[in-house]
Protein backbone atom coordinates (compact mmCIF):
# COMPACT_ATOMS: atom_id res chain seq x y z
CA UNK A 1 0.00 0.00 0.00
CA UNK A 2 0.90 3.47 -0.99
CA UNK A 3 0.21 6.41 1.25
CA UNK A 4 0.03 9.56 -1.24
CA UNK A 5 -0.14 13.54 -0.08
CA UNK A 6 -0.87 15.04 3.16
CA UNK A 7 -3.18 16.76 5.18
CA UNK A 8 -2.09 19.99 6.17
CA UNK A 9 -4.48 20.67 8.90
CA UNK A 10 -3.58 16.79 10.41
CA UNK A 11 -0.34 15.76 8.94
CA UNK A 12 -2.81 12.25 8.12
CA UNK A 13 -2.48 11.27 4.29
CA UNK A 14 -4.95 11.96 1.81
CA UNK A 15 -4.95 8.68 -0.21
CA UNK A 16 -4.27 5.33 0.73
CA UNK A 17 -3.31 3.60 -2.84
CA UNK A 18 -3.14 -0.30 -3.62
CA UNK A 19 -2.30 0.01 -7.32
CA UNK A 20 0.35 -0.34 -9.14
CA UNK A 21 -1.23 0.80 -12.33
CA UNK A 22 -2.47 4.43 -11.35
CA UNK A 23 -2.35 6.54 -14.00
CA UNK A 24 -2.03 10.52 -13.26
CA UNK A 25 -5.43 11.62 -13.90
CA UNK A 26 -6.87 9.11 -11.35
CA UNK A 27 -4.42 10.01 -8.68
CA UNK A 28 -5.58 13.63 -9.47
CA UNK A 29 -9.17 13.10 -8.99
CA UNK A 30 -8.47 10.61 -5.81
CA UNK A 31 -6.94 13.67 -4.11
CA UNK A 32 -9.80 16.14 -4.87
CA UNK A 33 -12.11 13.99 -3.63
CA UNK A 34 -9.78 13.43 -0.38
CA UNK A 35 -9.93 17.21 -0.01
CA UNK A 36 -13.53 17.55 -0.08
CA UNK A 37 -15.05 19.18 2.91
CA UNK A 38 -17.78 16.34 3.07
CA UNK A 39 -14.77 13.48 3.83
CA UNK A 40 -13.92 12.84 7.14
CA UNK A 41 -10.83 10.88 6.15
CA UNK A 42 -8.21 9.25 3.92
CA UNK A 43 -9.67 8.30 0.74
CA UNK A 44 -8.50 4.45 0.20
CA UNK A 45 -7.66 3.65 -3.54
CA UNK A 46 -7.91 -0.14 -5.06
CA UNK A 47 -5.71 -1.60 -7.93
CA UNK A 48 -8.35 -1.02 -10.48
CA UNK A 49 -8.95 2.25 -10.39
CA UNK A 50 -9.54 4.86 -13.16
CA UNK A 51 -11.05 8.10 -13.54
CA UNK A 52 -14.80 8.26 -12.94
CA UNK A 53 -17.88 11.07 -12.87
CA UNK A 54 -16.83 13.25 -9.31
CA UNK A 55 -14.63 10.59 -7.40
CA UNK A 56 -12.68 7.72 -8.56
CA UNK A 57 -14.05 4.46 -9.87
CA UNK A 58 -12.50 2.04 -7.66
CA UNK A 59 -11.84 4.18 -4.67
CA UNK A 60 -13.65 3.87 -1.08
CA UNK A 61 -14.68 7.40 0.39
CA UNK A 62 -15.84 7.78 4.20
CA UNK A 63 -18.44 10.81 5.54
CA UNK A 64 -19.43 11.68 8.34
CA UNK A 65 -22.81 13.23 8.40
CA UNK A 66 -22.58 13.68 4.92
CA UNK A 67 -23.38 11.67 2.12
CA UNK A 68 -21.62 12.71 -1.89
CA UNK A 69 -24.52 11.48 -4.53
CA UNK A 70 -21.57 11.30 -7.53
CA UNK A 71 -19.25 9.49 -5.00
CA UNK A 72 -21.90 6.56 -4.95
CA UNK A 73 -22.54 6.65 -8.98
CA UNK A 74 -25.45 6.21 -10.93
CA UNK A 75 -25.45 2.81 -10.91
CA UNK A 76 -27.00 2.13 -7.56
CA UNK A 77 -26.39 -1.40 -6.29
CA UNK A 78 -24.26 -2.43 -9.30
CA UNK A 79 -22.57 -5.59 -8.05
CA UNK A 80 -21.94 -10.00 -8.92
CA UNK A 81 -23.69 -12.83 -8.10
CA UNK A 82 -22.05 -15.70 -8.23
CA UNK A 83 -23.29 -19.84 -7.85
CA UNK A 84 -21.24 -22.81 -7.70
CA UNK A 85 -22.92 -25.51 -8.79
CA UNK A 86 -23.29 -29.45 -8.14
CA UNK A 87 -21.97 -30.20 -11.82
CA UNK A 88 -19.11 -30.65 -13.80
CA UNK A 89 -17.69 -29.74 -17.04
CA UNK A 90 -18.18 -32.97 -18.62
CA UNK A 91 -22.01 -32.29 -17.88
CA UNK A 92 -21.95 -29.30 -20.19
CA UNK A 93 -23.17 -29.95 -23.98
CA UNK A 94 -20.54 -30.19 -26.38
CA UNK A 95 -21.43 -27.14 -27.92
CA UNK A 96 -22.82 -23.95 -25.71
CA UNK A 97 -24.30 -22.05 -28.50
CA UNK A 98 -27.90 -23.21 -27.87
CA UNK A 99 -27.37 -22.35 -24.16
CA UNK A 100 -26.33 -18.71 -24.93
CA UNK A 101 -29.35 -18.33 -27.29
CA UNK A 102 -31.45 -19.88 -24.40
CA UNK A 103 -30.08 -17.40 -21.97
CA UNK A 104 -30.68 -14.68 -24.76
CA UNK A 105 -34.28 -15.14 -24.54
CA UNK A 106 -34.22 -16.12 -20.58
CA UNK A 107 -32.45 -12.65 -19.63
CA UNK A 108 -32.74 -9.59 -21.25
CA UNK A 109 -30.24 -6.91 -22.37
CA UNK A 110 -29.07 -4.14 -23.38
CA UNK A 111 -30.84 -0.58 -22.59
CA UNK A 112 -33.93 -0.73 -23.65
CA UNK A 113 -37.05 -0.36 -21.16
CA UNK A 114 -38.78 -4.46 -21.58
CA UNK A 115 -42.36 -4.78 -22.00
CA UNK A 116 -43.22 -6.81 -19.23
CA UNK A 117 -42.93 -7.66 -15.49
CA UNK A 118 -41.90 -11.69 -14.58
CA UNK A 119 -44.13 -12.66 -11.20
CA UNK A 120 -40.75 -12.87 -9.80
CA UNK A 121 -40.90 -8.82 -9.59
CA UNK A 122 -43.66 -8.71 -9.02
CA UNK A 123 -43.43 -11.04 -5.92
CA UNK A 124 -40.39 -8.43 -4.93
CA UNK A 125 -42.16 -5.27 -5.48
CA UNK A 126 -45.17 -5.93 -3.50
CA UNK A 127 -43.24 -5.99 -0.36
CA UNK A 128 -40.85 -3.03 -1.74
CA UNK A 129 -42.36 -0.27 -3.07
CA UNK A 130 -40.18 2.85 -3.98
CA UNK A 131 -40.15 5.55 -1.35
CA UNK A 132 -41.23 9.30 -2.38
CA UNK A 133 -42.21 8.38 -5.61
CA UNK A 134 -44.27 11.44 -6.34
CA UNK A 135 -41.97 13.62 -9.26
CA UNK A 136 -40.87 10.96 -11.06
CA UNK A 137 -42.97 10.69 -14.18
CA UNK A 138 -45.53 8.12 -14.98
CA UNK A 139 -42.43 6.33 -18.02
CA UNK A 140 -40.11 6.59 -15.32
CA UNK A 141 -42.12 4.87 -12.82
CA UNK A 142 -43.66 2.06 -15.70
CA UNK A 143 -39.88 0.71 -16.22
CA UNK A 144 -39.29 -0.53 -12.59
CA UNK A 145 -41.57 -3.66 -13.32
CA UNK A 146 -40.30 -4.72 -16.40
CA UNK A 147 -36.58 -3.94 -15.89
CA UNK A 148 -36.33 -6.31 -12.96
CA UNK A 149 -34.81 -9.47 -13.72
CA UNK A 150 -32.56 -7.98 -16.94
CA UNK A 151 -29.02 -7.63 -17.33
CA UNK A 152 -29.36 -4.03 -18.65
CA UNK A 153 -26.09 -2.80 -21.77
CA UNK A 154 -22.38 -1.70 -20.70
CA UNK A 155 -19.80 -3.91 -18.98
CA UNK A 156 -22.67 -5.98 -17.43
CA UNK A 157 -22.99 -9.76 -18.25
CA UNK A 158 -23.47 -13.49 -17.73
CA UNK A 159 -20.83 -16.37 -17.86
CA UNK A 160 -20.68 -20.08 -17.34
CA UNK A 161 -17.44 -20.50 -15.68
CA UNK A 162 -15.05 -23.63 -14.70
CA UNK A 163 -12.89 -23.63 -11.55
CA UNK A 164 -9.56 -25.36 -11.23
CA UNK A 165 -11.70 -28.41 -10.44
CA UNK A 166 -14.00 -28.30 -13.24
CA UNK A 167 -17.07 -27.48 -11.37
CA UNK A 168 -19.40 -24.96 -13.32
CA UNK A 169 -20.20 -21.62 -11.76
CA UNK A 170 -22.91 -19.31 -13.23
CA UNK A 171 -21.68 -16.00 -12.75
CA UNK A 172 -23.51 -12.25 -13.68
CA UNK A 173 -23.08 -8.61 -12.90
CA UNK A 174 -25.97 -5.86 -13.12
CA UNK A 175 -27.41 -3.37 -11.17
CA UNK A 176 -30.32 -1.37 -10.62
CA UNK A 177 -31.15 -0.45 -14.23
CA UNK A 178 -32.93 2.78 -15.44
CA UNK A 179 -34.67 3.59 -12.02
CA UNK A 180 -31.03 3.31 -10.39
CA UNK A 181 -29.64 5.34 -12.77
CA UNK A 182 -32.81 7.85 -12.80
CA UNK A 183 -33.24 8.54 -8.70
CA UNK A 184 -29.44 9.16 -8.75
CA UNK A 185 -29.37 11.10 -11.67
CA UNK A 186 -31.56 13.61 -10.00
CA UNK A 187 -29.79 13.48 -6.59
CA UNK A 188 -26.76 14.37 -8.04
CA UNK A 189 -28.02 17.53 -9.57
CA UNK A 190 -30.22 18.49 -6.63
CA UNK A 191 -26.64 18.02 -4.65
CA UNK A 192 -25.44 20.62 -7.50
CA UNK A 193 -27.86 23.12 -6.97
CA UNK A 194 -28.08 22.88 -3.57
CA UNK A 195 -24.02 23.26 -2.80
CA UNK A 196 -24.08 26.16 -5.36
CA UNK A 197 -27.64 28.25 -3.43
CA UNK A 198 -25.49 27.47 -0.18
CA UNK A 199 -22.71 28.37 -1.61
CA UNK A 200 -20.66 25.27 -0.45
CA UNK A 201 -16.74 25.34 -1.61
CA UNK A 202 -16.40 22.90 -4.10
CA UNK A 203 -13.04 21.61 -6.26
CA UNK A 204 -15.45 19.36 -8.43
CA UNK A 205 -18.94 20.14 -8.92
CA UNK A 206 -19.14 16.53 -9.39
CA UNK A 207 -18.25 15.98 -5.51
CA UNK A 208 -21.27 18.25 -4.21
CA UNK A 209 -22.89 16.92 -0.98
CA UNK A 210 -25.59 16.92 1.38
CA UNK A 211 -25.42 17.16 5.27
CA UNK A 212 -26.92 15.22 7.28
CA UNK A 213 -29.31 18.66 8.29
CA UNK A 214 -30.37 18.79 4.63
CA UNK A 215 -33.48 18.04 3.71
CA UNK A 216 -32.55 16.34 0.82
CA UNK A 217 -30.20 13.84 2.73
CA UNK A 218 -32.73 11.78 4.16
CA UNK A 219 -34.97 11.55 0.32
CA UNK A 220 -31.42 10.31 -1.05
CA UNK A 221 -31.04 7.68 1.46
CA UNK A 222 -33.72 6.35 1.26
CA UNK A 223 -34.16 6.39 -2.58
CA UNK A 224 -30.44 5.10 -2.61
CA UNK A 225 -30.79 1.90 0.10
CA UNK A 226 -34.39 1.24 -1.89
CA UNK A 227 -32.03 1.26 -5.59
CA UNK A 228 -29.17 -1.74 -3.58
CA UNK A 229 -32.34 -3.88 -2.50
CA UNK A 230 -33.50 -3.51 -6.32
CA UNK A 231 -30.01 -4.40 -7.78
CA UNK A 232 -29.72 -7.36 -5.52
CA UNK A 233 -32.94 -8.44 -6.47
CA UNK A 234 -32.30 -8.08 -9.97
CA UNK A 235 -29.20 -10.33 -9.59
CA UNK A 236 -31.19 -12.62 -8.21
CA UNK A 237 -34.13 -13.24 -10.38
CA UNK A 238 -31.62 -13.37 -13.13
CA UNK A 239 -29.67 -16.21 -11.38
CA UNK A 240 -32.60 -18.11 -10.87
CA UNK A 241 -33.36 -18.04 -14.88
CA UNK A 242 -29.93 -19.05 -15.90
CA UNK A 243 -29.72 -21.77 -13.88
CA UNK A 244 -33.17 -22.64 -15.16
CA UNK A 245 -31.54 -22.21 -18.50
CA UNK A 246 -28.41 -24.50 -17.73
CA UNK A 247 -30.65 -26.97 -16.39
CA UNK A 248 -32.49 -27.26 -19.76
CA UNK A 249 -29.47 -27.38 -21.09
CA UNK A 250 -28.06 -30.60 -19.17
CA UNK A 251 -31.19 -32.37 -17.94
CA UNK A 252 -31.61 -31.00 -14.68
CA UNK A 253 -32.16 -28.15 -12.49
CA UNK A 254 -28.37 -27.81 -11.08
CA UNK A 255 -27.91 -27.98 -7.39
CA UNK A 256 -26.21 -24.68 -5.37
CA UNK A 257 -23.22 -25.78 -2.88
CA UNK A 258 -22.72 -21.63 -2.40
CA UNK A 259 -24.75 -18.62 -4.11
CA UNK A 260 -22.73 -15.11 -3.48
CA UNK A 261 -24.13 -11.93 -4.02
CA UNK A 262 -22.19 -8.33 -3.48
CA UNK A 263 -22.66 -5.13 -4.34
CA UNK A 264 -19.95 -2.66 -5.81
CA UNK A 265 -21.35 0.42 -6.10
CA UNK A 266 -22.72 1.32 -3.00
CA UNK A 267 -22.94 3.26 0.38
CA UNK A 268 -23.38 1.66 3.98
CA UNK A 269 -23.78 2.72 7.84
CA UNK A 270 -20.26 1.39 8.93
CA UNK A 271 -18.51 1.58 12.10
CA UNK A 272 -14.75 2.60 11.69
CA UNK A 273 -12.05 3.16 14.26
CA UNK A 274 -15.25 4.06 16.62
CA UNK A 275 -16.65 5.94 14.61
CA UNK A 276 -20.03 5.52 12.56
CA UNK A 277 -19.93 6.55 8.89
CA UNK A 278 -20.96 6.49 5.33
CA UNK A 279 -18.75 4.46 3.52
CA UNK A 280 -19.03 4.60 -0.28
CA UNK A 281 -17.99 2.21 -2.29
CA UNK A 282 -17.67 3.14 -5.90
CA UNK A 283 -16.37 0.13 -7.94
CA UNK A 284 -15.14 -1.93 -4.07
CA UNK A 285 -16.38 -4.64 -2.70
CA UNK A 286 -16.64 -4.91 1.23
CA UNK A 287 -14.50 -6.81 2.47
CA UNK A 288 -14.64 -8.16 6.47
CA UNK A 289 -12.77 -10.65 7.93
CA UNK A 290 -14.93 -13.94 6.32
CA UNK A 291 -16.59 -11.92 3.77
CA UNK A 292 -16.71 -13.59 0.33
CA UNK A 293 -17.10 -11.15 -3.08
CA UNK A 294 -16.71 -11.98 -6.85
CA UNK A 295 -14.12 -9.64 -8.83
CA UNK A 296 -14.33 -10.26 -12.14
CA UNK A 297 -11.84 -9.59 -14.91
CA UNK A 298 -12.64 -8.36 -18.76
CA UNK A 299 -14.78 -11.01 -20.73
CA UNK A 300 -11.51 -12.23 -22.35
CA UNK A 301 -9.97 -12.94 -18.42
CA UNK A 302 -10.36 -14.86 -15.09
CA UNK A 303 -12.81 -14.22 -12.43
CA UNK A 304 -12.26 -14.93 -8.72
CA UNK A 305 -13.71 -15.82 -5.92
CA UNK A 306 -12.51 -14.14 -2.72
CA UNK A 307 -12.70 -14.03 1.14
CA UNK A 308 -12.18 -10.47 3.05
CA UNK A 309 -8.85 -10.71 5.47
CA UNK A 310 -10.57 -7.64 7.13
CA UNK A 311 -7.65 -4.96 6.41
CA UNK A 312 -9.08 -1.73 8.11
CA UNK A 313 -6.64 0.30 6.27
CA UNK A 314 -8.86 -0.26 2.97
CA UNK A 315 -12.30 0.44 5.29
CA UNK A 316 -12.03 -3.27 4.81
CA UNK A 317 -12.83 -2.95 0.85
CA UNK A 318 -11.53 -4.60 -2.22
CA UNK A 319 -11.56 -3.98 -5.72
CA UNK A 320 -14.39 -4.89 -8.00
CA UNK A 321 -12.82 -6.25 -10.77
CA UNK A 322 -10.46 -5.25 -13.37
CA UNK A 323 -10.55 -1.73 -14.20
CA UNK A 324 -10.94 0.34 -17.31
CA UNK A 325 -7.03 1.04 -19.59
CA UNK A 326 -8.79 2.60 -22.13
CA UNK A 327 -11.68 4.82 -22.70
CA UNK A 328 -14.82 3.36 -24.26
CA UNK A 329 -14.55 5.83 -27.24
CA UNK A 330 -10.51 4.89 -27.64
CA UNK A 331 -11.15 1.11 -27.15
CA UNK A 332 -13.42 1.43 -30.39
CA UNK A 333 -10.68 3.53 -32.05
CA UNK A 334 -7.54 1.29 -31.29
CA UNK A 335 -8.70 -2.03 -30.79
CA UNK A 336 -8.97 -3.95 -33.92
CA UNK A 337 -11.54 -6.51 -34.62
CA UNK A 338 -9.47 -9.38 -34.99
CA UNK A 339 -7.12 -8.81 -31.75
CA UNK A 340 -10.76 -9.17 -30.12
CA UNK A 341 -11.69 -12.22 -31.82
CA UNK A 342 -8.10 -13.60 -31.00
CA UNK A 343 -8.55 -12.42 -26.80
CA UNK A 344 -11.70 -14.63 -26.96
CA UNK A 345 -10.85 -17.64 -28.71
CA UNK A 346 -11.96 -20.71 -26.30
CA UNK A 347 -14.91 -19.12 -25.42
CA UNK A 348 -18.79 -19.12 -26.82
CA UNK A 349 -19.87 -15.57 -27.29
CA UNK A 350 -21.57 -13.20 -29.49
CA UNK A 351 -18.45 -13.24 -32.06
CA UNK A 352 -21.42 -11.60 -34.72
CA UNK A 353 -21.40 -8.55 -32.91
CA UNK A 354 -17.96 -8.21 -31.98
CA UNK A 355 -17.90 -4.58 -33.51
CA UNK A 356 -20.66 -3.40 -30.94
CA UNK A 357 -19.15 -5.25 -28.23
CA UNK A 358 -15.57 -3.59 -28.99
CA UNK A 359 -14.91 -1.24 -26.14
CA UNK A 360 -15.80 -4.27 -23.43
CA UNK A 361 -12.35 -6.44 -25.39
CA UNK A 362 -9.79 -7.59 -23.02
CA UNK A 363 -7.15 -4.98 -24.16
CA UNK A 364 -9.35 -1.94 -23.20
CA UNK A 365 -9.37 -3.51 -19.26
CA UNK A 366 -6.07 -3.74 -16.76
CA UNK A 367 -4.53 -7.18 -16.03
CA UNK A 368 -6.74 -8.59 -13.38
CA UNK A 369 -4.10 -11.16 -12.51
CA UNK A 370 -2.22 -7.92 -11.54
CA UNK A 371 -4.30 -6.57 -9.56
CA UNK A 372 -5.60 -9.26 -7.60
CA UNK A 373 -1.77 -9.45 -6.73
CA UNK A 374 -1.64 -5.64 -6.19
CA UNK A 375 -4.42 -6.47 -2.63
CA UNK A 376 -2.97 -9.63 -1.38
CA UNK A 377 -3.41 -8.03 1.95
CA UNK A 378 -7.43 -6.95 1.55
CA UNK A 379 -8.21 -10.41 0.40
CA UNK A 380 -7.57 -13.97 -0.10
CA UNK A 381 -8.20 -16.19 -3.27
CA UNK A 382 -10.42 -18.97 -3.16
CA UNK A 383 -11.49 -19.90 -6.92
CA UNK A 384 -10.11 -18.53 -10.14
CA UNK A 385 -12.38 -19.12 -12.53
CA UNK A 386 -12.42 -19.29 -16.28
CA UNK A 387 -15.21 -18.40 -18.37
CA UNK A 388 -16.18 -20.75 -21.22
CA UNK A 389 -19.39 -18.69 -22.21
CA UNK A 390 -19.96 -14.93 -22.16
CA UNK A 391 -23.05 -12.93 -22.88
CA UNK A 392 -23.45 -9.80 -23.34
CA UNK A 393 -26.23 -6.99 -23.02
CA UNK A 394 -25.36 -4.31 -26.39
Not at 276 to 284: E, F, H, L, N, P
Not at 364 to 392: E, G, P, S, W
Request: glycine share 12%.
Amino acid sequence: MERIGKAAASGSELVRSWGSEIDGGTLHQALTSARCAAVSGPVALMPDAHVGIGATVGSVIPTEGAIIPAAVGVDLGCGMIAVRTDLAAGDLPDSLEPLLADVERAIPAGFAAHRRTTKAAERWLTGNALPHSEGLTRKELAKIGPQLGTLGGGNHFVEISLDADDRVWCVLHSGSRGIGNRLATRHIDGARRLCADLQRSLEDRDLAYFLQADEQFGRYVDHMLWAQRYAFANREIMMDALLAAVGRAVGRRPGEAERINCHHNYAARETHGGRSMWITRKGAIRARVGDRGVIPGSMGADSYVVTGLGNPDSYTSAAHGAGRRMSRRRAKRDVSIDDFREAMAGRTWQHGRAERLVDESPMAYKNIAAVMADQADLVRIDHVLRAVMNYKGC
